[in-house]
């Protein structure tokens, strides 16, 4: 079987699948109107209110014992469940006589095929609702909750998809690869995989046809699953892999190819937790701080101040661990961001985005409450369309934290499309006295690239939205899969553009999209002309040791290949074939 690879490594072992989800009551046509008395009503909307409190409380708790993607994505999956407009509906549907179950069920239908018409980065969390709608079902009707299996031998997860909650939850112990029918390369289910380190494979025909306990191999590097294998051979193939792995593990960095030339390796971080584990590394800095992941959950704008605390919880361990002699020491386990910057300015790449609030990442003071197609709509930069001061005060903001720290952070704007709106971004970052940049995601900017560089003083590639809007393909749809991959030599082009327009202009266009996570494409993103490459912190000791056995003239060659291939599958065995 083939699909989409997403997280490389090799695993055998006996398939299993998620718990059943729990039986859903039947939907009556009226919504279940009537079948409730009137004097029990408020009892009913008391109870459904209760079971999805309960259910946001528990994701809320998981969400703070993890870190990272896997803290958001289960931070997301609880809003959904205490989401006002979601409540409202299902008040209406009790107070017109539904049971508490049935009201609930109806909602959630309800929203999700208003999610499902939406398309884009909407349509994803179709399965974000349904798995909520399940846990508040399963809550009232004292059914299980939904959620993996823990097996007793170490397994391969096959499912349809899995729902964010799921896969937050994964032990990589014990599950040691995952298949999935649906999602896509870019999908909760791909992001958090690849912040376990679980070879992951999505987008699989037929896996639907898998059952329980039939052995599979697992390839997640070229995205094949095979069934019933030679156990001897298998076992090899996992040998070598963990072999590799084991290398990949020894990586210290700091990032290098063959020939000894030094190559910046950042990490993409959410907070300051997941900021701290990224300093304790060998992460060189930070190449994208992705702000709004900090307040999803906040309806009302923090003030100055409040953001400052947080940006500069985020920035203050790379500073302690630059001024106590560079990573991998261990002294990035602080932070308190509070006058760390008295010892006097920090040399340390550190880039912030901006508020990239909007389409999956709904912020409740930024972002517009429905639009037909968010995707495509005020997300972004753009929001700032609808309030300048969202941008001034973040900007303040990080320059009090800088100030704090003694950085001097580069900062960018997500969704640029016109150089208009980069040239002004650009006069607002260093009228704070940063560092500006704008990310190129939008094919317009990679397209004229040359004339964005005369505004700005670096790019950064978010290849996930690249490739989306160069396909015309939903990053999310599993059926889109195969066009909505980074090997796509249009996608590749586009990024060899860009870079070219930054070597001739002398300034750095790094690539901070999951791309970057995936090491034959690292090389072939050195190849391209990138200058750095950011990826989840636990990705890059894997990208790291693959880097240091190409030289930069290999990575031309396999970047060269790539290019000229008509599909993704054969531009990753060309890259291969060049890179051994």
């Known amino acids: 079987m083939r699909g989409t690879p997403v997280v490389p490594g090799v695993?055998?072992?006996?398939?299993?699948?998620?718990?059943?989800?729990?039986?859903?009551?039947?939907?009556?046509?009226?919504?279940?109107?009537?079948?409730?008395?009137?004097?029990?009503?408020?009892?009913?909307?008391?109870?459904?209110?209760?079971?999805a409190a309960a259910v946001a409380e528990r994701l809320r708790v998981r969400a703070e014992a993890t870190t990272g993607d896997a803290a958001a994505v289960l931070q997301a999956t609880a809003q959904l469940a205490a989401d006002r407009g979601f409540l409202v509906e299902v008040r209406k549907r009790t107070r017109a006589g539904a049971a508490a179950d049935v009201a609930v069920t109806g909602a959630a239908e309800k929203f999700a095929q208003m999610f499902a018409a939406m398309g884009g980065l909407m349509a994803d969390r179709v399965t974000d609702l349904h798995d909520v709608r399940d846990r508040v079902v399963a809550d009232l009707t004292g059914q299980p909750q939904p959620g993996v299996p823990r097996p007793d031998v170490a397994s391969v997860l096959v499912a349809e998809d899995l729902a964010p909650a799921d896969t937050a939850g994964l032990d990589p112990a014990r599950v040691r690869a995952l298949v999935t029918r649906g999602g896509g390369p870019t999908g909760h289910t791909a992001i958090i995989a690849r912040q376990l380190g679980i070879p992951c494979v999505?987008?699989?025909?037929?896996?639907?046809?898998?059952?329980?306990?039939?052995?599979?191999?697992?390839?997640?590097?070229?995205?094949t699953v095979q069934v019933d294998p030679d156990l001897e051979h298998a076992a090899g193939r996992v040998e070598a892999?963990?072999?590799?792995?084991?290398?990949?593990?020894?990586?210290?960095?700091?990032?290098?190819?063959?020939?000894?030339?030094?190559?910046?390796?950042?990490?993409?971080?959410?907070?300051?937790?997941?900021?701290?584990?990224?300093?304790?590394?060998?992460?060189?800095?930070?190449?994208?701080?992705?702000?709004?992941?900090?307040?999803?959950?906040?309806?009302?704008?923090?003030?100055?101040?409040?953001?400052?605390?947080?940006?500069?919880?985020?920035?203050?361990?790379?500073?302690?661990?630059?001024?106590?002699?560079?990573?991998g020491d261990g002294s990035g386990s602080g932070g308190s961001g509070d006058g760390s910057g008295d010892d006097g300015p920090v040399d340390v790449k550190l880039v912030l985005r901006t508020l990239d609030a909007g389409s999956d990442k709904p912020i409740a003071y930024a972002t517009p409450e429905h639009e037909e197609n968010p995707s495509l709509g005020v997300?972004?930069?753009?929001?700032?369309?609808?309030?300048?001061?969202?941008?001034?005060?973040?900007?303040?903001?990080?320059?009090?934290?800088?100030?704090r720290t003694g950085l001097r952070p580069w900062v960018m704007a997500p969704m640029v499309a016109t150089e208009a709106?980069?040239?002004?971004?650009?006069?607002?970052?260093?009228?704070?006295?940063?560092?500006?940049?704008?990310?190129?995601?939008?094919?317009?900017?990679?397209?004229?690239?040359?004339?964005?560089?005369?505004?700005?003083?670096?790019?950064?590639?978010?290849?996930?939205?690249?490739?989306?809007?160069?396909?015309?393909?939903?990053?999310?749809?599993?059926?889109?899969?195969?066009?909505?991959?980074?090997?796509?030599?249009?996608?590749?082009?586009?990024?060899?553009?860009?870079?070219?327009?930054?070597?001739?202009?002398?300034?750095?266009?790094?690539?901070?999209?999951?791309?970057?996570?995936?090491?034959?494409?690292?090389?072939?993103?050195?190849?391209?002309?990138?200058?750095?490459?950011s990826a989840a912190a636990a990705a890059l000791p894997a990208v790291g040791a693959r880097l240091q056995t190409a030289t930069p003239e290999r990575c031309r060659a396999a970047a060269s290949a790539a290019l000229a291939a008509p599909d993704p599958a054969a531009a990753r065995a060309a890259a291969l074939a060049e890179l051994g």
Request: proline share 7%.
């Open 241 to 327: 892999d963990r072999a590799a792995r084991a290398a990949a593990a020894a990586w210290r960095g700091p990032g290098r190819l063959g020939d000894g030339t030094p190559f910046p390796l950042l990490a993409n971080v959410a907070d300051g937790a997941a900021a701290r584990a990224a300093a304790a590394g060998p992460a060189e800095g930070v190449g994208l701080f992705r702000t709004e992941l900090c307040f999803l959950g906040t309806a009302v704008e923090p003030d100055v101040e409040a953001q400052a605390a947080v940006y500069a919880e985020v920035l203050a361990p790379f500073a302690e661990r630059a001024r106590a002699g560079g990573p």
């Open 379 to 403: 997300r972004g930069l753009r929001v700032v369309r609808r309030d300048p001061g969202l941008l001034e005060r973040q900007l303040d903001a990080v320059a009090l934290a800088a100030e």
């Open 11 to 51: 695993a055998v072992g006996p398939v299993v699948r998620p718990a059943p989800r729990p039986v859903l009551p039947e939907v009556p046509a009226d919504g279940g109107a009537g079948a409730v008395p009137e004097d029990a009503r408020d009892a009913e909307l008391e109870r459904a209110r209760a079971s």
């Open 202 to 223: 999505v987008a699989v025909e037929g896996a639907q046809a898998l059952a329980e306990g039939d052995m599979v191999l697992v390839d997640g590097t070229t995205g």
């Open 421 to 533: 709106e980069a040239k002004g971004f650009a006069a607002a970052v260093r009228a704070r006295g940063l560092v500006p940049g704008v990310m190129v995601e939008v094919p317009s900017v990679a397209l004229l690239a040359a004339r964005f560089l005369h505004h700005v003083d670096f790019l950064s590639i978010g290849t996930n939205d690249l490739t989306q809007y160069a396909m015309a393909a939903d990053r999310l749809s599993s059926d889109l899969a195969d066009l909505n991959d980074p090997w796509q030599p249009a996608v590749l082009a586009l990024v060899a553009m860009t870079a070219l327009a930054g070597q001739r202009a002398g300034k750095p266009v790094g690539v901070c999209g999951e791309a970057a996570a995936d090491p034959l494409l690292a090389c072939v993103l050195v190849g391209l002309g990138v200058t750095s490459l």
